[in-house]
């Protein structure tokens, strides 16, 4: 999922929705904020600026993953066994 | 039995399509002009467009710091000419020349925090280097200037319709008398009938155009510019009757591997500190330290297709790479970043990953094809922003034939465009009316419909597919008569076995999108047919021919129009001194 919304910080003022400039996003009929068409974000981030809540982060697909050089293990890397 | 489409009939002296940069300056200074103004757009212009979260740099003329220098306003016009190599429209590189600066201030009365107590010029500007000789591009808090241009937009009076597709342009005895759009979120059809329209819908987002999607990845937008970019407004532009240029022209860029973003780079928003450097430490680029002086090349034009070459001779992988910078210079471009379009999403995700520009490289490669930028494909206007279509008129990238216009050649020609058309409109009679039931109108709820009700359909997504393949292999690289001719026949193909299926209004826009990619498609291959020789700026192919490799000036240093007259393209070749 390329925006990841915490439900617990979320306000359900529907801005995320509103803003997006793909549609991505649409409020549920419970009032909530789904990320309903996730392969057409085009991880602008402007949801995740106008979010009041600051409920919002954004992730990459693992095809569009930034690698740094030189080469460390990014945090949330976890052990790797063979 | 079908269910027809609601309609609503909103009426108007000047509609605007499109609400980005150049469409909101255009809503702005008609609704100025006591035209009543309508701006609409496909998604929401608070955040839309290629400034949709920010632009941090914007070239203008500044008498106060050029003019003490011996720079005038002709010399930037040179200047910029010489560096695409007199390919550009001299009229409206003048017009963004003349207006970007007072368009720049027009967004400070806004409230866009343009100026900064630690500058040592004149009027607390900061300044860098960017695509002509001198410093004269401004660095800026531009993150939120969408937000406070759309709240603008309302706030002079004019009306502002998010989420509606504008798909077809009203002709009526030889005039644009307005246009039909379709809801996004909403069932329903809109009718806009105007005295004059203005197209402010940008470039076409190269890579929805040509990118190979990778396989299995379901299509994500990774693309630098907006994917609701699909030409809809060369299309719509064609359909009615009007000429369009430059659609044969595109180049790579180079981007951040993986994730396509950072015009620029190793430069704009990543100088003072950037630098490209090679898998052995060697620096291809050097970083641009003198970003803050005069120098002879502007660093748009540094030649990043050296980066490539790197690649192709066996010294990759390639980085960006900012950790020789001062503290200093590294906040700077990280200010610059921010600000920048994608640029907060960048810094994010870095920061999450526990990757710092002090410490880290980033790896670059080639990414995704523009058309816009040197190639500037889009309509064909005269010095009054009017295209060959009367009553229409266009402003910003929808401008064929002003390469690297850029942000400022958006805000400038908007507002230039809005004060023409309505000067036009003032001249004219009425336009002539269209209702609802007209054959147009009808045509297009007919469209809807039956995208609507077709059952397994193809989804837009497998013709998304299916276009990218044909164009990235037969209109990029490996372009001769024969390999165009076989890519018309491949889209011919494609364009008579696609039967898209729409589930849902939202769908519904990315249908249509796909039709004007389509037409896109085609204008380009015949575009690329056409050009018999192979065309650089700079020494950057942004036209290659297996067959034509040599340049021809004697023939071709012109911009190709195309358009449509009883059915068949008509081609013709306009020179850029006096077009």
Known sequence: MPVKIDRKKCVQCGTCADHCPEDVIVMTKANRPQVKYPNECWHCGACMIDCRAK??????????????EPYHKTLKDSSREY | MKKALEKTVIDCDLLVVGGGLAGCFAAIKGADLGAKTVLVEKANALRSGAAATGVDHIW??????????????????????DKVDGMIHQDILRVISENALDRIHDLERMGVKIRYEQSKLPGKYILVRQIQSVVNTLNFDGRDMKIQMAKEVKKRGAKCINRVMINDLVVR???????????????KIYLFRSKATILCTARISGGRMFNEPGPGSGMAFNLRWPPSETGDGKAMAFKAGAELINLEFSHHRVNFKNFVRGGGLPYNSYSPAGQGINAFGGVIMPPE?????????????????????????????????????????????????THEGGGTSLLRIMQNEGIDFRKDRLEMGPGEVE????????????????????????AGDEMGGVPLGCAPGAIATGWYAAEKSVAWMNRQASPAQFVPR?????????????????????????????????????????KTEKMIQRGLENLDDLTRHTDLEARNQHELMRCLEM???????????????????TRKIKSMNIHLRLDYPEQDDEHWKCAL??????????????PFRTI
């Open chain 2, 371 to 394: 058309l816009g930028n040197f190639g500037a494909g889009g309509i064909y206007v005269d010095g009054d922003c009017h295209s060959t279509l009367p009553g229409l008129f266009v």
């Open chain 2, 173 to 187: 005895d030889g005039r644009v008398v307005g246009a039909i759009g379709v809801g996004v979120r909403d069932r």
């Open chain 2, 60 to 81: 203008a003329y500044f008498p106060e710091i050029q003019g003490p220098r011996g720079y005038t306003l002709d010399d930037l016009v040179k200047d910029h000419t």
């Open chain 1, 55 to 68: 409920a919002i982060d954004i992730a990459l697909p693992l095809f569009m993953r930034l690698i740094p």
């Open chain 2, 438 to 478: 007209d054959e147009e109108v009808e045509r297009m709820e007919s469209l809807c419909l039956s995208l609507l009700a077709r059952k397994n359909g193809h989804p837009w997504q497998e013709a998304q597919v299916a276009l990218n393949r044909i164009m990235n292999y037969y209109g990029l690289k490996l």
């Open chain 2, 289 to 337: 330290k003198e970003v803050f002086s005069d120098s002879t090349h502007g660093i748009y034009n540094a030649p990043k297709h050296r980066l490539i070459d790197e690649l192709m001779q066996g010294r990759g992988p390639i980085y960006c790479d900012l950790t020789t910078g001062t503290e200093d210079e590294i906040q700077f471009c990280e200010w610059s970043i």
């Open chain 2, 515 to 533: 039709h004007n990619l389509f037409l896109n498609a085609e204008l380009i291959l015949r575009g690329n047919l056409e050009r018999k020789e």
């Open chain 2, 561 to 574: 129009s195309q358009r449509l007259e009883n059915g068949k393209i008509v081609f013709a070749k306009r």
